[in-house]
Each structure stands twice: as structure tokens, then as C-alpha cells.
């Protein structure tokens, strides 16, 4: 129910605020507002969340650093002009609505700001903090529900993973941009500076907060952005290749010396093919073995009979997406219901392993979207079994070590991340 509901709220506050202006971060920055230096202790919100976003977040930044030299550097390469100038590159660094949908204080140099998540504040800045505002009406008004975690995952990864409007192509990271990696439970704590609190009222207003359902969520969001962009006819690439970004960086940029090739159970290709990025859907569906086996087992063979088909043309890598698409569609309601008890967790935590040991993890993409679910696991263990301080502690420990091994793609080993994880598992209370 709460992803039909979710659904609706996402494509109702879409059509709604389409058009809807965006009054810019000065709307929101007075004291008595959310510009506050300190939290309000007796408000529903924090009040300082201006604060925090301007002094701490990389968002508010994320419009000066197209005005660094490795900026300039990307769009001389491209032959765009100024990178601060360019849609290609405003469209993710900036708030980049048309102008007729911009404010009097609304700046493009404010970066990644309030209305770039939120919506369009045109019809809800006024009456959002009325003491009869409701959550849903705000979003009625044009609030986007960022609370709603499909809804974020959708939000969010437009820019961390580009979809058919906001494109990251291989040209892009040809001239030099770094390469994308996200997933929604880790980067909504480490990334965006949370400015929100998850207390009674919160829970009361939007409903209760599970970092590990997000985190499930979002590797199924992420999976369907990747068939999406397969099979969007604007992503067929250029000449002879397709779009090289949907594919596995690392199949291609290791030292030709290196004789390190080994099969992959879940792609059903052998030596010499180039794989599809399909870390979301390794991911995704060890969440389904652990939720409904027989969903997962079906995902399975649908990536496997989709990577096969990269080998044959593009209809059938077409019909193949397009069936895996509609599985993970199926799956995401059981996904997003779950409510992820403490039993589960050690069961999904297993499931990461017998992948591992399968060899789902010899693309460093794969590990490196392991080793998020683990981190999310692991908070999750740490608030289920708060008074095991050596358990802990001792958890710890193993995820720093995990996190090592993840931490230069040139220098990933896929057996050393499997034992890394292995010492992980056995820690895990």
C-alpha cells in the first residue's frame, strides 16, 4: 500500500510542479525560517537546515567547482565553451529550471539548492510551516517527497546516475569527469549533510524511516534507470558503439598483462565480452533471495539472457531489458514493504556472501555497491543490538577492512574483498 500510495504522491507532485517557480535559496534562508544558527527546539523542523546545507553540504558547492581549473580543463575538451555557462554541465551543478521558471532571488550560482530536491516552492513557501499544513497537502501544493524513498531514489539518482534528460556519457568522462557511483541509503547520510532529524514528529508526519528498505529500494531504482537508459533509442551511442557509460569500466581499462579474466556466473559470457554495468542488479536481486527466492531466481535469468543478447542486436537486448524491467517492477512493492526485522538482516548479510563466493564480485563496480549493503547492514545491527559494544566494535573494525579493499579501483582484488567479507560475516552478531 505505501508504494501505491508513494507512486501516486511521485507522479502527482511531477505533473503538478512541473511548471511551478523556483524561488531560489534566499526564500529559505531567513532566522525565523530555516536560516537559523541553531536548532529550534520546539519546532517540527530544525530550522537551520540553510545553515547547514550552505556551511556543509557539497550540494552548495557543486556550482563553484565547474568553475575549477579540472572544470575548465573537462569543458575544453568537449568544446562547450565555459563550464559554468554550459547546459550539458548546469543541468546536475546547478537548480537549471528554464527562466521563465526562475525567481527574483533565484541564482544559478547557488548550486544544488533547496528547489533542486524539494520542487518548485512557488505554492507551497507561503503556507508549508501553517499550523494546519499536512505533509500531503504540501505535496499537493508541489513539495516533492523527498521522505518517500522511491520517490528520492528517483530524484536523486537523475544526476548521480543521469537518466534520459540528464546524460552521463562516455564522451563526458572521456574528457576527464570522474566516474559515477551512488546508492540511496549511504549517500542520503554521507552525501547531502542530512538536515532533518528522524524523532516522533517526523515519524508522526511521514511515517516511519528504514535505512536498509532504502537502500533495497534504491539498488532496484538504479537497476530500472539502467534498462531505461539501454533502451532509450537516444542512448544507442554513436558509430560503431553504443553508450559505453551502461557498460563495465573496468572491462575495458586494466592492463592488457594482466590475465586476470575469470567467468561470472550471472552474466553467462565468456572471455573477451564486454559486460553491462549490472552492480545494482547483483545487488537487487540478493535482496530478492533473501525476500522471494523465485522473483530473484527469475531476475537472475533474465540478466543473464540480457547480457547474452548485448552479443546478438540491439532488439533483443531491447525485448530482454524491457522483461527484466517489468520483473523489477513486480519485485519493488515486496521490496519496499518489508519491514527488514534483525533476523533478515543477517539473512540478506549471507546472501552478499554466497554472491561473493559465486564470483558476482570480480567487477570492482559490483564490490564496491557490496560494500554500501554491508555498511547499511551494519548500521542496522548496531541499532538492533545497541548493548553488544564488543560485537560492535568489533563489526567495525571488519567494515573499515571491507572498505579498504574497495578503496582504488586499480588496485581491487576480487579473492581479497571475498575474504575481507567473509571476516565481516563471521563478526556480524
Not at 11 to 20: E, I, N, T, W
Not at 50 to 77: C, G, M
Not at 178 to 203: C, K
Not at 258 to 277: E, M, S
Amino acid at each position: 500500500m505505501r508504494v501505491a500510495v508513494a507512486c501516486l504522491l511521485l507522479m502527482g507532485a511531477a505533473s503538478a510542479s512541473a511548471l511551478d517557480k523556483h524561488l531560489g535559496v534566499a526564500s529559505c534562508s531567513n532566522g525565523v525560517c530555516h536560516g537559523s544558527a541553531s536548532v529550534f527546539e520546539k519546532s517540527n523542523v530544525m530550522q537551520n537546515e540553510f545553515v547547514t546545507w550552505q556551511e556543509n553540504d557539497p550540494h552548495s558547492k557543486a556550482y563553484e567547482i565547474l568553475l575549477s581549473p579540472e572544470s575548465k580543463r573537462i569543458a575544453k575538451n568537449l568544446g562547450i565553451g565555459a563550464a559554468e555557462e554550459a547546459p550539458m554541465c548546469l543541468v546536475c551543478h546547478s537548480d537549471f529550471v528554464p527562466a521563465a521558471q526562475r525567481g527574483e532571488k533565484f541564482q544559478l550560482s547557488d548550486g544544488v539548492g533547496c528547489e533542486s530536491c524539494h520542487g518548485g516552492s512557488e505554492r507551497w513557501i507561503a503556507s508549508h510551516a501553517a499550523k494546519d499544513a499536512t505533509h500531503a497537502k504540501n505535496i499537493e501544493l508541489g513539495l516533492y517527497p523527498t521522505d518517500e524513498p522511491i520517490a528520492r531514489a528517483d530524484k536523486c539518482l537523475s544526476c548521480h546516475m543521469g537518466d534520459r534528460d540528464k546524460r552521463m556519457t562516455h564522451t563526458i568522462m572521456g574528457a576527464g569527469h570522474p566516474r559515477l557511483s551512488f546508492e540511496l541509503d549511504t549517500f542520503t547520510w554521507l552525501d547531502t549533510v542530512v538536515h532533518f532529524q528522524i524523532d516522533d514528529d517526523y515519524i508522526k508526519r511521514k511515517g516511519d524511516f528504514n535505512g536498509v528498505r532504502d537502500w533495497a529500494v534504491g539498488q532496484g531504482i538504479a537497476a530500472k534507470n539502467l534498462l531505461e537508459n539501454l533502451t532509450d533509442q537516444r542512448t544507442a551511442g554513436q558509430g560503431l558503439f553504443p553508450e559505453l557509460t551502461l557498460f563495465d569500466c573496468h572491462a575495458c581499462h586494466k592492463p592488457m598483462d594482466g590475465k586476470q579474466w575469470a567467468p561470472r556466473v550471472g552474466t553467462g559470457l565468456g572471455p573477451g565480452a564486454v559486460r553491462l554495468n549490472d552492480s545494482n542488479l547483483v545487488i537487487f536481486r540478493l535482496i530478492l533471495r533473501a525476500i522471494d527466492p523465485g522473483a530473484a531466481a527469475t531476475i537472475a535469468d533474465q540478466t543473464r539472457a540480457m547480457h547474452r543478447a548485448t552479443l546478438t542486436d540491439r532488439a533483443a537486448l531491447n525485448r530482454a531489458a524491457n522483461s527484466l524491467k517489468a520483473s523489477i517492477d513486480r519485485a519493488l512493492p515486496l521490496v519496499a514493504e518489508n519491514s527488514y526485522e534483525p533476523s533478515l538482516l543477517k539473512v540478506v548479510l549471507n546472501k552478499v556472501l554466497e554472491e561473493a563466493r559465486r564470483g558476482e564480485y570480480r567487477d570492482y563496480a559490483a564490490a564496491e555497491q557490496a560494500t554500501m549493503a554491508v555498511q547499511s547492514l551494519v548500521v542496522a545491527f548496531e541499532s538492533a543490538q545497541a548493548a553488544d559494544a564488543p560485537k560492535l566494535t568489533a563489526l567495525n573494525v571488519q567494515m573499515e577492512a571491507l572498505y579498504k579493499q574497495v578503496e582504488s579501483d586499480t588496485r581491487y582484488q576480487p579473492a581479497r574483498f571475498v575474504s575481507a567479507l567473509e571476516q565481516l560475516a563471521r563478526a556480524a552478531p
